[in-house]
């Protein structure tokens, strides 16, 4: 059996419309009667609060199910984690490295000249793009990959006056700069890892609740050894959960309990998400057969 594969059917401007929850659902509902509202079971969102409301206007009305992307709830994971004061410091030094270095012709150059001597290969410096999820890790990894090259730069005689002392200080900085670095990327690239992975065209629903079982040790197991403060630490805890409890649904638990390499066994799913997959299935039997259960 192939897998299906997505089909963009539709794009459309909104014009002068206010991207207000209500009209977002009667566009939603309108694509949804052109393509046939008996052929769609479900809906997708960002997390946006207007779209998250828009969904449920739609899901009711039209008795379909609803969750939000999972990717992008993780995307904003990792700006709940950067929103912390101590990682926005050294964020701000990580780009400050970049930005200079870059900005610099010669400083550029020499780098470039540096790098062919140690690595036999050139690669850039990366910048955080808002646009891009998770591409804070980009930069971090572009830094670390380069840690030498960048120790030999800063004391190059030919760029003494093209660098700050900020930036020669950090690039030297052995004990604090590159723990930190170090460790703020050990807590992001497993999210950037299930940002990737979860938004392919190829993964399963059944694998969204196993990927934040999976996500929740690592972080519990990473973040005291992040650069922060204890609040800020139990800050990103509260957020992880959150953002798990928000965007996990009956749907993926109940494609967690279908599945047969989960089957929603007490590994990967707690009592409580193994009850709400069974409801689903219920509130599933009742959308498709138009029924009402009572239970006594």
């Known amino acids: 059996m192939t897998t299906p594969q997505p089909v963009l059917y539709k794009t459309f401007t909104t014009g002068a419309e206010r991207h207000t929850a209500?009209?977002?659902?009667?566009?939603?509902?309108?694509?949804?009667?052109?393509?046939?509202s008996n052929k769609v079971i479900g809906i997708v969102t960002?997390?946006?609060?207007?779209?998250?409301?828009?969904?449920?206007?739609?899901?009711?009305?039209?008795?379909?199910?609803?969750?939000g992307c999972i990717s992008h709830c993780l995307n904003l994971l990792v700006g709940d984690i950067m929103k912390c004061n101590s990682l926005k410091d050294l964020e701000g030094h990580c780009k400050q490295i970049v930005k200079e270095i870059s900005g610099s012709h010669i400083a550029l150059a020499t780098f470039n000249k540096i790098q062919l001597e140690k690595k036999g290969e050139?690669?850039?410096?990366?910048?955080?793009?808002?646009?891009?999820?998770?591409?804070?890790?980009?930069?971090l990894d572009s830094l670390i990959s380069n840690k030498y090259p960048l120790k030999q730069l800063v004391i190059t005689e030919e760029v003494a006056d093209k660098l700050s002392?900020?930036?020669?200080?950090?690039?030297?900085?052995?004990?604090?700069?590159?723990?930190?670095?170090?460790?703020?990327?050990?807590?992001?690239?497993?999210?950037?890892?299930?940002?990737?992975?979860?938004?392919?065209?190829?993964i399963n629903l059944s694998e969204v609740s196993e990927a934040f079982r999976k996500l929740e040790t690592a972080i519990n197991q990473e973040v005291s050894s992040l650069p922060i403060l204890k609040k800020e630490e139990e800050a990103v805890l509260t957020c992880f959960t959150q953002r798990k409890s928000k965007i996990l649904c009956g749907a993926h638990f109940a494609a967690n309990i279908l599945d047969p390499r989960y089957m929603?066994?007490?590994?990967?799913?707690?009592?409580?998400?193994?009850?709400?997959?069974?409801?689903?299935?219920?509130?599933?039997?009742?959308?498709?057969?138009?029924?009402?259960?009572?239970f006594f």
């Not at 209500?22 to 046939?36: D, T, V």
């Not at 930036?167 to 460790?183: G, M, T, Y």
């Not at 998400?273 to 498709?288: P, T």
Request: net charge negative; with cysteine.
């Open 22 to 36: 209500e009209c977002i659902a009667q566009e939603l509902k309108k694509c949804i009667e052109e393509i046939g």
């Open 165 to 202: 002392a900020n930036v020669k200080k950090n690039c030297l900085d052995d004990d604090i700069f590159w723990v930190k670095v170090e460790k703020l990327a050990n807590i992001l690239r497993p999210i950037v890892s299930y940002i990737h992975k979860l938004e392919a065209d190829n």
């Open 46 to 67: 960002d997390n946006a609060a207007a779209m998250i409301k828009a969904r449920k206007i739609v899901a009711e009305e039209l008795k379909i199910i609803e969750y």
């Open 264 to 294: 929603g066994q007490a590994d990967y799913l707690t009592t409580e998400e193994h009850a709400k997959g069974l409801l689903f299935f219920v509130v599933i039997f009742q959308i498709l057969y138009s029924v009402h259960l009572v």
């Open 122 to 139: 050139t690669t850039s410096l990366k910048l955080p793009v808002s646009t891009r999820w998770g591409s804070i890790l980009n930069c």
